[in-house]
T-cell receptor
């Protein structure tokens, strides 16, 4: 299995700005998920989007999915210093229960 | 949802020794997964653990190095054997509740010296 790619690898923004991260993957999927990880701790689930959905919102988070391009984006609006973390996308490989993680985006929000 | 408890949360081990990591789930699940996250890297799946059968390992991971037990539907262990500094990583267990998100433990941060 091959890892998905995320870009940018690192992103530094000012508090209040929006942050956009992109994820590309290689196989067909049932769903795609976004996770946050603070300082190498456990993963926190943010949002799940299914293959038949194109956009999903949760609070300040907006996720889009384009299955034709095998890509997804995560938008965090009105960012806060507490959003500083690494963000990973994960796809269920070929519709199995095995998740393939992207390379991650390190987001730094400056107060 | 599922709540996952992982033990230990961190450990510092001597090279050549082995460490067993425990993963306890608060509900019965069919599949449990073990991941490794090397420093500064993303997560890589080590193996899938099903109750009542041998674990299925991903390319690059072997049972002799990472033996896994799955004695029941709520518990699994991963052993990191004959450790070397290259095994220093965060190890995470995960379960998936059908048709919803995957749930992860807080991870075990292993340092091998």
């Amino acid at each position: 299995s091959q890892q998905g790619e995320e870009d940018p690898q690192a992103l530094s923004i000012q508090e209040g700005e929006n942050a956009t991260m992109n994820c590309s993957y290689k196989t067909s999927i049932n769903n795609l998920q976004w996770y946050r990880q603070n300082s190498g701790r456990g993963l926190v689930h943010l949002i799940l989007i299914r293959s038949n959905e194109r956009e999903k919102h949760s609070g300040r988070l907006r996720v889009t999915l384009d299955t034709s391009k095998k890509s997804s984006s995560l938008l965090i609006t009105a960012s806060r210093a507490a959003d500083t973390a690494s963000y990973f996308c994960a796809t269920d490989e070929g519709g199995t229960y095995k998740y393939i993680f992207g390379t991650g985006t390190r987001l730094k929000v400056l107060a | 949802s599922a709540v996952i408890s992982q033990k230990p949360s961190r450990d510092i081990c001597q090279r050549g020794t082995s460490l067993t990591i425990q993963c306890q789930v608060d509900s019965q699940v069919t599949m449990m997964f073990w991941y490794r996250q090397q420093p500064g890297q993303s997560l890589t799946l080590i193996a899938t653990a099903n109750q009542g059968s041998e674990a299925t390992y991903e390319s690059g991971f072997v049972i002799d190095k990472f033996p896994i037990s799955r004695p029941n539907l709520t518990f699994s262990t991963l052993t990191v054997s004959n450790m070397s500094p290259e095994d220093s990583s965060i190890y995470l267990c995960s379960v998936e509740v059908v048709s919803t998100e995957a749930f992860f433990g807080q991870g075990t941060r292993l340092t091998v010296v």
